[in-house]
């Protein structure tokens, strides 16, 4: 079974441009998750997805980031405009339904200069 | 007070012996409870998850929860230096945030020959 990709893998931009990361969730998981993990701290969640239904966003800087899962399946998370304090590793996450175990993808490291 | 909290470390231990990770929850309301390792540079992969009714066991690692003192434990025998990562700490709440996971900041463990 193929688990969650990402991608890209790598990213690095200058402040103020835009970037998008997509994700594909594992086949059948109809909750998909984003996550920012810090250097040092653990992942923490930026929105939650039920099939296409953002069911929980209410750590997402709306100011800046926008995020889309317009068929339930793949997922994209957008910075605009993007800050030197982004910098950071974004993963995705999924799971068969909601509470029930999660799994990772191998996430986008986002540099921005 | 932080919703999950583990020490940071380094925990470092020699080849064979025992180590111990804690975490502390401050929701008395959580359900579950679960075990991620990751690797440097790596996405988190899921160790064990335990329920509020009891322990588990699987293979080399015992996860241990007190839900008096509201903290969790894994215990790693015989360890290996392969198990040398940082070891995440995931709680899931009760109540309304269902789905919601929420990590600590995750204890480096390091396994010295």
């Known amino acids: 079974e193929a688990g969650v990709v990402q991608s890209p893998r790598y990213k690095i931009i200058e402040k103020k441009q835009p970037v998008a990361f997509w994700c594909n969730p594992i086949s059948g998981h109809n909750t998909l998750y984003w996550y920012l993990q810090n250097l040092g701290q653990g992942p923490e969640l930026l929105i939650r997805y039920e099939n296409e239904e953002a069911v929980d966003d209410s750590q997402l800087p709306k100011d800046r980031f926008s995020a889309e899962r317009l068929k339930g399946v793949d997922s994209t998370l957008k910075i605009q405009p993007a800050e030197l304090g982004d910098s950071a590793v974004y993963l995705c996450?999924?799971?068969?339904?909601?509470?029930?175990?999660?799994?990772f993808g191998p996430g986008t490291r986002l540099l921005v200069l | 007070q932080k919703e999950v909290e583990q020490n940071s470390g380094p925990l470092s231990v020699p080849e064979g012996a025992i180590a111990s990770l804690n975490c502390t929850y401050s929701d008395r309301g959580s359900q579950s409870f679960f075990w991620y390792r990751q690797y440097s540079g790596k996405s988190p992969e899921l160790i064990m998850f335990?329920?509020?009714?009891g322990d588990k066991e699987d293979g080399r690692f015992t996860a241990q929860l007190n839900k008096a003192s509201q903290y969790v434990s894994l215990l790693i025998r015989d360890s290996q230096p392969s198990d040398s990562a940082t070891y995440l700490c995931a709680v899931k709440p009760g109540g309304t945030s269902y789905g919601k996971l929420t990590f600590g900041q995750g204890t480096i463990l390091t396994v010295h020959p």
């Open positions: 996450a999924s799971s068969p339904g909601a509470g029930e175990t999660q799994y």
């Open positions: 335990i329920y509020s009714n």
